[in-house]
């Protein structure tokens, strides 16, 4: 099982990014999604997550109204749209794989992506 995070960068604070995360060696249509990140000094912390079909997403309250997951099943990928980027969400931001609703706990997800770097400047 492969997860290839993608689409990191640097954006000015109030700009957009789309990281991509592309699946490979599972079933990805069957697996519910999330988004982590890290940021320097600080543990790993929820982001969101979409349910296997796509119809159904839930955020951590900081980022709610500004991010947006999707999945293509199609294309067994899923994303992240970041809008109105601010300085605290410069981190390392990792998908993962979980069998079934992975919600916001790390350890219900069974595989993890390497992180792709955003860093967010003011």
């Known amino acids: 099982v492969q997860l290839q995070a993608s689409g990191g960068g640097s954006v000015q604070a109030g700009g957009s990014l789309r990281l991509s995360c592309a699946a490979s060696g599972l079933t990805f249509s069957i697996y519910g999604m999330g988004w982590f990140r890290q940021a320097p000094g600080k543990e790993r912390e929820f982001v969101g997550c979409?349910?296997?079909?796509?119809?159904?997403?839930y955020y951590t309250d900081s980022v709610r109204g500004r991010f947006t997951i999707s999945r293509d099943n199609a294309k067994n990928a899923v994303y992240l749209q970041m809008n109105s980027l601010k300085p605290e969400d410069t981190a390392v931001y990792y998908c993962a794989a979980a069998t079934s609703w992975g919600g916001r706990l790390p350890e219900k997800y069974d595989y993890w992506g390497q992180g792709t770097l955003v860093t967010v400047s003011s």
């Open positions: 979409i349910n296997w079909s796509g119809a159904s997403t």
